[in-house]
């Protein structure tokens, strides 16, 4: 076990924002060596994904038994979809000191924030909703049924910004990558954090003693 546990960092914010490609620029360097927390879904595979690095594609079956044996942190059903953050390798890493960056929706990241509030809770906001209808048609993933669900579950999400702790327009992806890293690099120098650092070493190095 480490003597610093890790951040617990959510990444979320409406469908379309571009959440995924932001996650994606901040660990194609991943200068800090976040750990990106694999989600479970019982949605179809999209071209180009694959099971266990993108998500763990499961039936609804397998995704239920998930939630009956309590190992899930949070889940959501997501327009007709399950989706949620497995807990253990969550734990397994934050014990060890790695800061852990979970990238959902806002409804289970509202449940992460009642089960783990000393999470860091990042909302990633589109310039405006004309901008983030034209990202979502634009990925060409989604039927116009699909982009409209979306589109109205945003109204909703954008009203929860209230809930987190900080906000980053995605206007530019570099520099929202640079303000997400800013964010965590900020918290982890956060004088509540130090101190417990400090008395924990101070701890730790009596304790030798005795
Ligand atoms: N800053 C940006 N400027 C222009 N286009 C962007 C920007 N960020 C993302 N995009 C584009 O917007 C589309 C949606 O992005 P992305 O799939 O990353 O969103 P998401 O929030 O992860 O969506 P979902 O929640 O549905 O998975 C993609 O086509 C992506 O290339
Ligand atoms: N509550 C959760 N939401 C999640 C999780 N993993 C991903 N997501 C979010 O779902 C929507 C749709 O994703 P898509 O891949 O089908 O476009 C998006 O907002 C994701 O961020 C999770 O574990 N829990």
């Known amino acids: 076990m480490s003597d610093t546990r890790g951040l617990l960092i959510v990444l979320s914010g409406?469908?379309?924002?571009?959440?995924?490609?932001v996650r994606a620029a901040i660990f194609k360097n991943n200068i800090y060596n976040y750990v990106y927390s694999v989600s479970a879904t019982t949605r179809q595979m999209r071209p180009g994904e694959v099971d266990g690095v993108d998500y763990y594609f499961t039936s609804r079956e397998e995704f239920e038994e998930l939630i009956e044996e309590d190992a899930l942190l949070e889940h959501a059903e997501y327009v007709g979809n399950y989706y949620g953050t497995p807990i253990r390798a969550i734990e397994d890493?934050?014990?060890k000191g790695h800061d852990v960056f979970l990238e959902i929706e806002v409804q289970g990241a509202m449940k992460v924030r009642e089960r783990m509030p000393d999470g860091i809770?990042?909302?990633?906001?589109?310039?405006?909703?004309?901008?983030?209808?034209?990202?979502?048609?634009?990925r060409g993933t989604d039927n116009?049924?699909?982009?409209?669900?979306?589109?109205?579950?945003?109204?909703?999400?954008?009203d929860m910004m209230k809930h987190y702790d900080y906000v980053v327009?995605?206007?530019?992806?570099?520099c929202a990558v640079n303000k997400v890293?800013?964010?965590?690099?900020?918290?982890h120098l956060k004088v509540?954090?130090?101190?417990?650092?400090?008395k924990l070493q101070i701890h730790n190095y009596f304790q030798k003693g005795e």
């Open 14 to 21: 409406p469908s379309g924002v571009g959440k995924g490609t």
């Open 121 to 138: 809770f990042i909302f990633l906001a589109p310039p405006n909703l004309n901008e983030l209808e034209s990202r979502i048609t634009g």
């Open 169 to 174: 327009v995605n206007d530019e992806v570099d």
């Open 93 to 95: 890493n934050l014990s």
């Open 192 to 198: 509540s954090r130090v101190v417990d650092q400090i």
């Open 144 to 158: 116009q049924e699909i982009i409209y669900e979306r589109m109205q579950k945003a109204r909703e999400e954008i």
């Open 181 to 187: 890293n800013g964010i965590i690099q900020s918290e």
